[in-house]
């Protein structure tokens, strides 16, 4: 069993940053891949970022490219994505997610363990 705590949302003016971060209590935390999911009111849950077990492949989805960068320490059990150039339009809530299974997906429904979110909202 893995769980999964997001922090670090908060509000930010446009341009501002942000570093969120997710611990697990999983002891084997590097067998997991790990994704940053967002979900803003009225839309679906949008892949954001994932990182390997290891933390040497990652991948971004084009809207987050160039301005959020996903990063993991294993051995702090900790998953962090750092976000700048902050636009009104990052504004929702932040997930994260953990599976074993797929070396590569952004989709949400593959991922099996989730935390409870983190709001972020970016003011114009």
């Known amino acids: 069993q893995v769980q999964l705590v997001e922090s670090g949302g908060g509000l930010v003016p446009a341009g501002g940053s942000l570093r969120l971060s997710c611990a697990s209590s999983?002891?084997?935390?590097?067998?997991?891949?790990v994704g940053w999911f967002r979900q803003a009111p009225g839309n679906e849950r949008e892949f954001v970022a994932r990182i390997s077990g290891s933390g040497g492949s990652t991948y971004h989805a084009d809207s987050v490219k160039g301005r959020f960068t996903i990063s993991r320490d294993n051995a702090k059990n900790t998953v962090y994505m750092q976000m700048n150039s902050l636009k009104p339009e990052d504004t929702a809530v932040y997930y994260c997610a953990a599976q074993a299974r797929y070396s590569t997906s952004s989709l949400a429904n593959e991922y099996t363990y989730w935390g409870q979110g983190t709001r972020v909202t970016v003011s114009s």
């Open positions: 999983g002891r084997t935390f590097s067998n997991y891949v």
